[in-house]
């Protein structure tokens, strides 16, 4: 007698063939047995403990966001709604350089200050933690004991592994540093994380060249892990920058997944083709790459990350002096405004393009939800006098998003055959982006129903199998007999994002049930009490 059989369900597999109608058996938190068109075919059909009548909804594996912030989020709010009712089963964290994993004192209180904007200042968070493993760990421990709300995978994060060598200076490691960060990323990888991640536009990971990249990129490989770069730039030399990361994981001998893989600013309207075009120059070649998107046009990021790379240089506390002293102000504002900074991707800032999303100070919420150019208008004065308060007055907390992205390529790069889903979400702040809270249904109501720009199979191959594969995950990513009950079912005639720029916390429709090893997470489209997400570690197979 199985736990549970999910009846007269149309199953998208994850690989990319033609759906199917069949009994799902599920027993022990493992599929145990597809039965194809039972009902038709009159034979004995499966038997369970209970019967979920599926007639009309659609199963799948269980999404994979590739690309999340939820490193906290996962520790302070056992519901987590925000992605386990978008069907997302699995997120990758430790992104774009910074995280909590490994640290030391220093160290941890330095990236909490320079990461505010994406996940608070961690005041809630009893940081019991230090290495890697520890915080795996801590997420299988969970709420007390029980769990988390979805599964969790972990890229160690170059920029916090430099902050530990090198500090906050804007020069080359020495030999010694380099050792030392060559071990660090080593033990993140033997301690279970999956590869490793940059913020090329974020200090402190910034400030490495290439062959330092490089050469942390062979530890990586070696221990079977990728390498996620968000790369030195998505705006003026994107192509440029996107090269230098195919160059030197090639180099290494590194599997390679470019983080958020967009083509953004106006020097890049029409250009997704150009990036495909360099992507499979490369695969034919016989490089390992794949990369992922939201399906979205606006970016989202923090205000202080638009600075020049040179401001940020001895860390947050240093960014602030720079910021109070009037010439050094002027010179941040002259980089942003005229030069084109390299924190805002080479491109001269517009500040009618800055939307702020989040504060950490309450007494700041006027802001949230007006562009820097709207607030400064209405203070009447310049829109950097305006941003240069609010980063002082707030700490370097303010997040914002970012309009300056084209339809165009987004359409384009989600078809390729390397893609798959990542939300980038943000989920602090009044007024986050809403692809925090809706990514996967937008893909699955917008992107398929609505345009057809992805057939349905396929779409669901881009956001299981496709990541699964490249986490070197065995037994996910599939609707396959052996393989884990990580599943979402969903009504392919409704599944839409109900999160808009307007309301971004709303949460989905048509996505009823939700499992995670077998047991429900969502069911009847309400949350369960059910914490059954763990640490998932690099596969040693």
Not at 287 to 308: E, K
Not at 405 to 425: F, P, Q, Y
Not at 427 to 454: D, I, M, N, S
Request: with cysteine.
């Amino acid at each position: 007698m199985m736990d549970l059989v999910i009846r007269d369900v149309d199953v998208v597999d994850g690989g990319g063939g033609p759906s199917y109608r069949a009994d799902v058996g599920i027993e022990r938190g493992r599929i145990t047995t597809v039965v194809q068109e039972a009902a038709a075919a009159g034979c004995l059909r499966p038997v369970a403990r209970r019967v979920l009548d599926a007639e009309g909804l659609v199963l799948a594996p269980g999404f994979i966001d590739m690309h999340a912030h939820s490193d906290l989020a996962l520790l302070r709010d056992p519901d987590h709604s925000a992605k386990a009712a978008q069907g997302v089963t699995l997120e990758v964290v430790g992104q774009d350089g910074l995280s909590y994993a490994p640290v030391d004192d220093r160290t941890l209180a330095e990236v909490r200050r320079s990461i505010t904007g994406w996940n608070g200042d961690g005041d809630d968070i009893d940081f019991t933690w230090r290495s890697v493993g520890e915080y795996l760990d801590r997420l299988d421990h969970g709420f007390d004991g029980e769990g988390i709300a979805v599964n969790a995978a972990y890229l160690v994060p170059q920029g916090t592994v430099r902050m530990l060598a090198v500090g906050w200076d804007d020069r080359e490691a020495t030999p010694r540093e380099l050792d030392r960060m060559r071990q660090l990323v080593a033990d993140g990888l033997r301690e279970g994380a999956v590869g490793m991640s940059s913020g090329l536009t974020y200090t402190p990971g910034m400030y490495a060249k290439g062959a330092e990249l490089t050469e942390l990129c062979r530890v990586v490989a070696r221990y079977g892990g990728y390498y996620c770069p968000h790369h030195r730039s998505y705006g003026a030399g994107a192509l440029d920058a996107y090269r230098e990361m195919v160059d030197l994981t090639r180099e290494a001998g590194c599997p390679l997944h470019l983080a958020h893989a967009t083509m953004n600013f106006g020097v890049n309207k029409g250009r997704g083709p150009d990036l495909l075009a360099l992507l499979d120059e490369a695969l034919a070649d016989g490089a390992d790459i794949s990369l992922d998107t939201y399906p979205y046009t606006p970016g989202c990021t923090t205000l202080v990350a638009m600075l020049p790379s040179w401001a940020g240089e001895g860390g947050p506390e240093a960014v602030l002096a720079r910021l109070r002293d009037e010439g050094t102000a002027e010179r941040i504002r002259h980089h942003m405004e005229v030069v084109g900074a390299d924190g805002c991707h080479g491109v001269p800032i517009e500040w009618d393009t800055i939307e702020i999303s989040g504060v950490s100070d309450p007494a700041l919420a006027s802001y949230v939800g007006r562009t820097v150019r709207q607030s400064a208008d209405a203070r009447g004065e310049t829109p950097w006098t305006t941003a240069r308060r609010l980063l002082l007055d707030d700490g370097l907390g303010p997040t914002i998003l970012q309009h300056v992205g084209h339809e165009e390529n987004v359409r384009a790069i989600m078809r390729h055959r390397v893609h798959t889903g990542g939300s980038d979400g943000i989920l602090r702040g009044a007024k986050p982006h809403p692809r925090a809270y809706g990514t996967f249904p937008q893909y699955l109501g917008r992107y398929v129903r609505e345009l057809g720009v992805l057939s349905l199979e396929e779409c669901v191959a881009h956001l299981t199998s496709r990541p699964a594969a490249r986490l070197r995950l065995p037994d996910r990513g599939l609707v396959r007999e052996g393989y884990r009950a990580d599943l979402v079912l969903f009504d392919p005639r409704t599944v839409a994002a109900g999160s808009t720029f307007d309301a971004p916390r709303t949460l989905p429709t048509g996505i009823p049930h939700v499992l995670i090893d077998g047991r429900f997470v969502i069911e009847d489209g309400r949350r369960t009490d059910v914490l059954a997400g763990r640490a998932v570690r690099r596969s040693t197979g």
